[in-house]
């Protein structure tokens, strides 16, 4: 191009995009995994071409094709990745030894979290159905790690505030309520994403109720300062 001369049709859109990178670069991997994320989380999976994915990362749709083999699996990684992400956020929030104050503190990091990524908190929560069939499986697998893992806020609460009973009761009780406070957490969060019936709401308020039903749901109390 002659010094002063404009440039291309189309040579200045060109040039905000992002430089096509080569596919064999290890790197590539985890930026289309973090890419695939935006994109899944803003078009949902239905609507979400390799080319998309490839336009968000930077590089040319064999790029994604070299590290997946199509969409299906793309979006099964992306929803191993966040799962893997969320699951360290709830391990780093459990206190050592006071479970009583276990689960208001877990409900605030996934809260914070999900305040922090919502794009992530998107495809876990809103784009699953209809994704494929390893996805649904992972999304079971999750609730059920999540259910078993919240045993323990029922177990904290005081045997004298316990419902009267025989074991059998107690412990189907126990169930229900621990399946009911796992279903309760993972219903609230995609309503109060973006677009959601709470998305209006005061989030400080929706918080506070939400710690509160929680811990009533197991029989607990909010611990104090909460």
Known sequence: MEDGAPPAEGAEVDARRPAKLPAHRPSRRQEIVDAAIEVFSRNGFAETSIQDVADEAGVVPTAVYYHFSGKEELFDVVLQSVIAELDEVVERARPQGDQARALPRVVDAV?????????????????????????????????????????????????????????????????????????????????RLDGGPLSRRSPRALHAALDEVSMRIVGQDLPAGR
Not at 129 to 145: I, S
Not at 160 to 183: N, P
Request: hydrophobic share 40%; charged share 20%; proline share 5%.
């Open 111 to 191: 809260w914070q979290w999900i305040e922090a990524r919502p794009d992530h908190a998107r495809v876990l929560y809103s784009h699953l159905p209809g994704a494929t069939e390893q996805a649904r499986q992972l999304r079971v697998q999750f609730e059920e790690q999540h259910i078993e893992r919240a045993y323990v806020y029922a177990r904290a609460v005081p045997t004298d505030q316990r419902r009267h009973g025989s074991d059998a009761a107690q412990h189907a009780a126990t169930r229900l309520a621990v399946r009911t406070l796992i279903h309760t957490l993972m219903a609230i969060h995609p309503m």
